[in-house]
């Protein structure tokens, strides 16, 4: 088989596991989702470079290995002598010829790496928050949703900061992942080249449920995506204060800890809390009307439930008053 030979058949496995040389594919392959962003092209070339040149040295080293050890062989007759100590040519190749490929890849990545540091002017930023566990995300409007939504085609800038411990953002289709740091900002930024919905997940280990701190990014076609922004951050003037408060309690967050079927989570059910009374943590206790529910938003601290950590995080500043009545006006209506 010639050298061409070789590479032609390699090249046409690594194409068929999904590494084609020419970058990002649209379909999945065998390692990744299909494509969704202009910032995945650079990444899976990268990636095919390396894995590429890993296989074929793999291969190489490993074939060789076998043939000497069979034709090397001790035998009986062939008593090894003095090896050669020395051979320019060689070192020299093996020398160049590493160097080569490192500077190569440096010089991909490098560029790859750029591209994705550098969100281009124009682009829309949307602040991104990870906390314990979940992803919540504030338009410029201020309207703060629990999945990411972005138009198609347009440049978006996010802005990244968490609340509590270090979490990745990773959007797999998109090739995007970036670190959520508490007490500073770190920025990604992806195009989004085909309408639809994406995985997003945490990609660094934050705690007993980080598998859980999953949402989606729907990418909105052409125009729809202001209808969405528009019609979303409406909620309160749209809906009854009651149906308000249900979108709220589940995309605010609520849900995450508080069942509304009187399942406890991390925190107590919703479900025939209001009007009754709650037993607290350092003894007595107070009845679920709207005074104590509005303090337990805003400082949840300071009334712990009985049986339960003070882990909730106070949504002062996060949660407008009229939204805090919305969802009690919701808890009303759970019944036991
Ligand atoms: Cu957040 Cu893992």
């Given at each position: 088989m010639t050298g061409a030979g070789i590479f032609g058949s390699l090249h046409g496995a690594i194409g068929r596991i999904g590494l084609g040389a ?7 392959s065998f390692w ?14 990268v990636f095919a470079l390396i894995y590429g040149i890993a296989l074929v040295f793999f291969l190489l080293i490993v074939a060789l290995m076998v043939v000497f050890v069979v034709r090397y062989r001790r035998r009986?007759g062939r008593e090894t002598g003095?090896g050669p100590s020395h051979n320019t040519f060689l070192e020299l190749a093996w020398t160049i010829v590493p160097l080569a490929l490192v500077v190569v890849i440096?010089?991909q ?228």
């Amino acid at each position: 088989m010639t050298g061409a030979g070789i590479f032609g058949s390699l090249h046409g496995a690594i194409g068929r596991i999904g590494l084609g040389a020419s970058g990002a594919s649209e379909a999945p392959s065998f390692w990744l989702p299909g494509a969704a962003s202009t910032t995945a092209e650079g990444v899976d070339r990268v990636f095919a470079l390396i894995y590429g040149i890993a296989l074929v040295f793999f291969l190489l080293i490993v074939a060789l290995m076998v043939v000497f050890v069979v034709r090397y062989r001790r035998r009986p007759g062939r008593e090894t002598g003095e090896g050669p100590s020395h051979n320019t040519f060689l070192e020299l190749a093996w020398t160049i010829v590493p160097l080569a490929l490192v500077v190569v890849i440096f010089w991909q990545g490098f560029r790859t790496f750029l591209d994705l540091a550098t969100p281009p002017a124009n682009a829309y930023e949307i602040l991104v928050n990870g906390q314990k566990w979940k992803w919540t995300f504030t338009y410029p409007n201020g309207y703060v949703d629990e999945r990411l939504h972005v138009p198609v085609d347009t440049p978006v800038r996010l802005v990244l900061s968490s609340e509590d411990v270090i979490h990745s953002f990773f959007v797999p289709s998109f090739r995007v992942k970036m670190d959520a740091v508490p007490g500073r900002y770190t920025k990604s930024w992806f195009r989004a080249t085909k309408p639809g919905e994406y995985d997003v997940f945490c990609a660094e280990y934050c705690g007993t449920s980080h598998s859980d701190m999953r949402t989606t990014v729907v990418v909105h076609v052409p125009g729809e995506f202001e209808k969405w922004l528009e019609g979303a951050s409406n909620l309160l003037a749209k809906l009854p204060p009651a149906e308000a408060g249900a979108r709220l309690y589940t995309t605010r967050g609520c849900a995450q800890c508080h069942s509304v079927d009187g399942r406890s989570g991390t925190g107590p059910t919703f479900k025939g809390l209001f009007g009754h009374p709650v037993r607290l943590r350092e003894g007595g206790s107070v009845i679920a009307d709207e005074n104590y529910l509005r303090e337990s938003v805003l400082a949840p601290d300071a009334k712990v439930a009985a049986g339960y950590q003070p882990v909730m995080p106070t949504y002062k500043g996060r949660l407008k008053d009229a939204e805090i009545t919305a969802i009690i006006e919701y808890l009303k209506t759970l019944e036991k």
